[in-house]
């Protein structure tokens, strides 16, 4: 059956709006950015340097590699490209050799040396003079004494290095290294001078010889490995044995650093056949030829030379440096000789074994190893072929390393570009200077990740242009955690509006939310995809991708901000932050999969059920459960709401907040909190850095006040008396009109008319400063000794809760009364004896309470007991606390009382005297309390000096005494060591002065010791020491002294054996010369005194000498 077949409408192909960038890369072969075109699709096969394997990784290589993922990451997970990347690991180097050899040997010695001996000491003055050579060599004429030792010579170079700063810097200009070399020597120097001490010590002493060779290791290395190289049997395994080590430690530092492991690793030493092979080639294509033994790279010949249909050309990279001598020896290695070698561009292929020790392969022109530049072109070679997409590295490397990579590739190959595109990625510097150990701002990669996250680094380098030198400084660290924290807060902004509109079951009401703010969002969204990808193809620009996700987060931000806590479409702002997830972990700054549809960083390992879910949810309910039980006792307590919203803050800002849980109070649609799950760390950064704020904040206003004070302070000055001396010169006027105005000058001469007006414009100034003053201390209601004004000192500084007693306790009147004009008296809370104080402060231990409401010794005697309590006693001089008892009283309509009844008083208080009840009111102080108030006082812990006349004054002096000091309750371990040697001393029986000590191992007491004659024989004090009851003055006739001293019977009662090499002495003076040789024999590996003595200079050069710490402790006086 026949159909006619209806033919399709005409189809138009769509325009292009917007035109699709081409990916373009910064080339170091063109110096331009350059279309990227792979040879083989989309398969890009990469080539990069790998470390050279003899020490710790630094920032310069975490700069290196981690740029080079970032690249990397770029390539294979946004442009979609199959990277094939190929990383060597150089494991046969001069430096390694030279490294392996100095460690190797070091070892051996101190293997083999069990105690400090004269064939050591001699290798070390050896190894002192040759190293001594280094710094001599930049230093400018110094006048050396002929026969000085190479000690001395060194003792003159530092002096004038530290004395000398013109001369310094030119030393330092020659030779970059110069004052680490310094360094060096003095390390070596005071290791030496330990060790001489120790010198044939009977029995085993290897710790002695180990902390000498460590010491000393940058002088000796480099000695012992020119006088016992060829006593190395297995150079090879040698070598080998310390860059596996460190090649271990390399790849651990990148999995830190969350760097891809490569997809191929190249080890030169896997690669000597091949090398071998290599180079037989390029003699054979007329570019290579032997000489003294090595196989040397003719340059000259190379360059020009005609290949099919082209020319070769050497140093492409940099055609600038081909005649710079410093690079070309540089990149030869320090080991390489130039024997055979034509021309000084040549470099060397194959290097013939020059001297016994050094680890050498077999080849047909004698045994030697390869060439650093030959090591990359082989196994680039052997893996990726005749020419690769990629070769990247530092650009440190670019010549000669580099530019020989590429000669002698293409010299093997016979073509003319064995690379298409070389990226070099950029300098490090820090905080603006080459990074450097001689300039002590050397970083290593375990370093910095001390204090930075890996995170952190990525994203720090990624603000700064790949290849551009990067300076890595503390504005750029503040800058990368101001940005981290902006996509923090930005996911877990969205993660708990996401949470909010579940809750609530938003958009539920039949409209579709998509209006204009929306649509503007949207349209935003879409933009800045387009402005990402012009970025990234702008050769990987990552500062402009990062600023265009920070740009879209703003937006969002906005957009949440127009829309108030319940109209947003939550759609939109998913897919949005689900992109922007997706592209930072495609930079690798998150953690998982970045085509997956999460929100956030990411973290590794989630998912947790059973056992695991349990032990995730312990600490939240734990922390739960805390809280109510603090809410019910506050509740019982029959507290305040302020205490109650007090808890609740403690429960949000640090609860919940250390378990990474922030809540933001009236976020929420019903006007609630909204929670929000953000690294706990983050969040402790950000709680301590609002505390710091608030305590600089606090520090602001501190000063301003202080500052207010000071202008207040001005007007102390009576206007009637500020052009009077002692205000002024006496010579400078001589007659004053009744308001004080200067009238004639010291001539007596009027003042001019002029000079008058300024005197009047003065007075009015002073006058309105004085009226301030005047009634700023009106404003100061201090009692007489001034407790009401340290216990509100105390509510505010600290929130002290006040507590005290009825006026009726047990049923009795009230032992004392306060002042109804007090600033002590009223109390939040208030007990019928002193029992239920002391309970209620027990069961709520974690308060600060204050009471001024005991008074006698039996009530002080119960609270003095505890732990927690601290008893300060305030008082003030007569004269001050009279003047504030007769300013108080008719404030507080009371009776003027005068000088003589406040002196009774006084006496009364403190002596019990007599005295009549109508000159003391019985209000301020019973009889009874007279006879135990000095008891009272001897119990104080601090006694406050009130001598002030300002409260401010008396602020500052109390925020100088800082009463919460814990040390005041329970002293620290070198107060209270220092004490007992103090307590020692007064069994001392000495005539001279008390010395007492104390002899402590592992914070235990071994033994105490006074100064006094021996056992059995006369005291001191009875005539038994004829030296000490003579006329000798300290320092004299020591050889006619009987006594001990107290530091030697401290040693003679513990013993050697149980002093051991970690003990300390106390000792409340320092240790005369002759004590501090025995402390050293002993073994004491410090000492602490409290009191110094004439000898201290000389006791302190044996304790120096003898490697014993010595330290002063300054103890706290009295208050």
């Known amino acids: 059956m026949a159909t006619n077949k209806i033919p399709q409408p005409e189809w138009f192909p769509p325009t292009k709006i917007i035109e699709e960038p081409s990916l373009k890369v910064y080339n170091s072969l063109t110096r331009n950015k350059d279309v990227f075109i792979p040879t083989k699709g989309k398969r890009v096969d990469w080539y990069n340097c790998g470390p050279t394997v003899y020490d710790s990784s630094h920032m310069g290589h975490a700069r290196n590699y981690l740029t080079q993922d970032i690249v990397r990451r770029i390539l294979r997970d946004y442009f979609g490209y199959d990277v094939n990347f190929v990383m060597n690991i150089t494991d046969i180097d001069d430096k390694i050799i030279i490294r392996a050899r100095e460690s190797h040997l070091l070892e051996q010695l101190i293997s083999s040396t069990s105690s400090i001996t004269t064939q050591l000491l001699s290798d070390v003055e050896a190894g002192f003079t040759q190293y001594l050579t280094k710094p001599l060599k930049s230093i400018s004429a110094l006048d050396i004494p002929p026969n000085a030792t190479s000690f001395e010579v060194f003792d003159l170079i530092l002096a004038r290095y530290q004395s000398d700063t013109k001369w310094a810097n030119e030393a330092r200009e020659k030779e970059e290294k110069f004052g680490m070399y310094l360094a060096s020597l003095a390390k070596a120097k005071e290791a030496y001078n330990n060790a001489k001490g120790k010198l044939d010590r009977p029995g085993n002493d290897n710790k002695a010889v180990k902390d000498l060779v460590e010491g000393a290791t940058d002088i000796l290395g480099p000695y012992l490995g020119d006088k016992l190289a060829e006593t190395i049997s297995d150079p090879i395994a040698v070598s080998q044995k310390l860059a596996s080590f460190w090649e271990e430690s390399f790849f651990e530092d990148m999995a830190r650093l969350h760097i891809l492991p490569p997809d191929t690793i190249t080890r030169v030493s896997e690669y000597v056949p091949e090398i071998v092979s290599f180079v037989q080639r390029i003699i054979d294509h007329g570019f290579a030829y032997e000489g003294g033994g090595s196989i040397w790279f003719d340059v000259e010949k190379f360059e020009g030379a005609e290949g099919d249909e082209f020319r070769y050309e050497y140093a492409k990279l940099q055609p600038g440096s081909k005649g710079n001598k410093k690079l070309l020896d540089e990149g030869e290695g320090a080991l390489t000789g130039v024997q055979g070698k034509r021309r000084p561009a040549d470099f060397a292929l194959w290097k013939a074994k020059s001297k016994p020790g050094e680890p050498a392969w077999t080849s047909p022109w004698g045994e030697g190893r390869p060439g650093w530049h030959i090591e990359c072109s082989v196994m680039a070679s052997e893996v990726l072929g005749s020419g690769m997409d990629i070769h990247s590295g530092g650009v440190d490397l670019m010549f000669p390393h580099h530019d020989n990579e590429l000669a002698q590739a293409e010299a093997y190959h016979g073509c003319k570009q064995w690379v298409n595109y070389f990226l070099h990625t950029g300098h490090l510097h820090i905080e603006g200077l080459k990074m450097s150990k001689s300039l002590k701002n050397f970083i290593t990669i375990d370093e910095a990740l001390r204090d930075y996250s890996a995170r952190q680094l990525r994203l720090a380098f990624m603000l700064q ?655």
């Open 465 to 1119: 242009a790949w290849n551009a030198k990067l300076d890595f400084k503390k504005d750029l660290i503040v800058d990368t955690k101001t940005k981290e924290e902006t996509f923090d807060n930005f996911f877990a902004n969205v993660k708990a509006r996401i949470n909010d509109a579940a809750a609530r079951d938003a958009n539920q009401d039949g409209k579709h939310h998509f209006d204009e703010p929306e649509k503007k969002l949207m349209k935003t969204f879409h933009c800045a995809q387009d402005n990402f990808r012009a970025a990234l193809c702008d050769s990987f620009n990552t500062p402009t991708a990062i600023q265009v996700l920070l740009d879209l987060v703003s937006n969002v931000n906005t957009y949440f901000a127009s829309r108030g806590p319940r109209d947003y479409n939550i759609g939109p702002v998913v897919t949005i932050a689900q992109w922007i997830t997706r592209m930072l972990r495609m930079f690798g700054l998150g953690e998982g999969d970045a085509s997956t549809n999460q929100i956030g960083w990411g973290k590794e390992g989630n998912g947790a059920t059973g056992g695991d879910w349990e032990k995730k949810l312990n600490p939240y309910l734990n922390a739960m459960s805390i809280f109510r039980d603090n809410i019910r006792k506050l509740a019982i307590a029959g507290s305040t709401p302020k205490d109650i919203l007090q808890l609740c803050d403690k429960f949000r800002d640090y609860d919940l907040a250390n378990l990474g849980v922030q809540l933001d109070d009236g976020q929420s649609a019903s006007g609630g909190a909204i929670y929000k799950l953000i690294d706990p760390a983050v969040l402790v950064q950000a709680r301590e850095e609002k505390e710091r704020l608030a305590a600089e904040k606090a520090e602001r206003k501190k000063a301003a006040e202080a500052k207010q004070i000071a202008q207040l302070e001005k007007g102390r000055v009576p206007p009637q008396q500020m052009f009077k001396p002692p205000h002024v010169s006496t010579r400078m006027y001589s007659e004053w009109d009744e308001q004080g105005l200067p009238v004639k000058d010291e001539e007596g001469k009027e003042l001019s008319k002029s000079a008058q007006k300024k005197a009047v414009k003065e007075w009015k100034a002073q006058e309105k400063a004085h009226e301030a003053w005047l009634a700023w201390q009106k404003e100061m209601r201090t009692p007489s000794s001034g407790k009401g004004t340290v216990l509100g000192y105390l509510e505010r500084k600290y929130g002290f809760k006040r507590v005290g007693l009825s006026k009726v306790r047990n049923g009795k009147e009230p032992i004392s009364e306060q002042r109804a004009g007090s600033e002590s008296c009223s109390t939040q809370k208030t007990f019928s004896n002193p029992s239920d104080l002391l309970d209620y402060a027990t069961h709520n231990w974690l308060s600060h309470f204050v009471t001024t409401d005991l008074r006698t010794h039996a009530e002080i005697e119960v609270f003095i007991k505890r732990p927690f309590f601290l008893l300060v006693s305030v008082d003030g001089p007569l004269r001050v606390r009279f003047e504030r008892e007769k300013a108080r009283a008719p404030a507080l309509g009371g009776q003027t009382i005068t000088l003589e009844e406040f002196v009774d008083q006084h006496d009364s208080l403190l002596h019990a005297s007599s005295f009549s009840s109508s000159t003391f009111p019985t209000a301020l102080l019973q009889k009874q309390l007279s006879s135990d108030f000095r008891r009272v006082l001897a119990l104080a812990h601090v006694h406050v000096d009130n001598s002030f006349t300002e409260i401010s004054a008396l602020n500052w002096y109390l925020d100088r005494l800082d009463l919460l000091d814990e040390e005041r309750l329970r002293p620290g371990w070198d107060t209270y060591f220092m004490t007992l040697a103090s307590l020692a001393s007064h069994r001392s029986n000495c005539m001279k002065r008390r010395v007492g000590a104390l002899l402590v191992r592992s914070k235990r007491i071994l033994s105490t010791g006074y100064n006094g004659t021996p056992r059995g024989t006369k005291n001191c004090n009875q005539g038994g020491c004829s030296r000490c009851n003579g006329t000798a003055r300290g320092g004299e006739a020591l050889n006619e002294c009987l006594c001990l001293h107290a530091e030697e019977n401290a040693l003679l009662e513990a013993g050697k054996e149980r002093i051991g090499d970690d003990s300390v002495i106390y000792c409340n003076t320092c240790p005369c010369l002759r004590c501090s040789v025995k402390i050293v024999q002993c073994g004491v590996r410090e000492v602490v005194y409290n009191q110094s003595y004439s000898m201290d200079e000389a006791s302190a050069m044996v304790f120096k000498e003898g490697g014993v710490l010595l330290r002063q402790l300054h103890m706290p006086g009295a208050l």
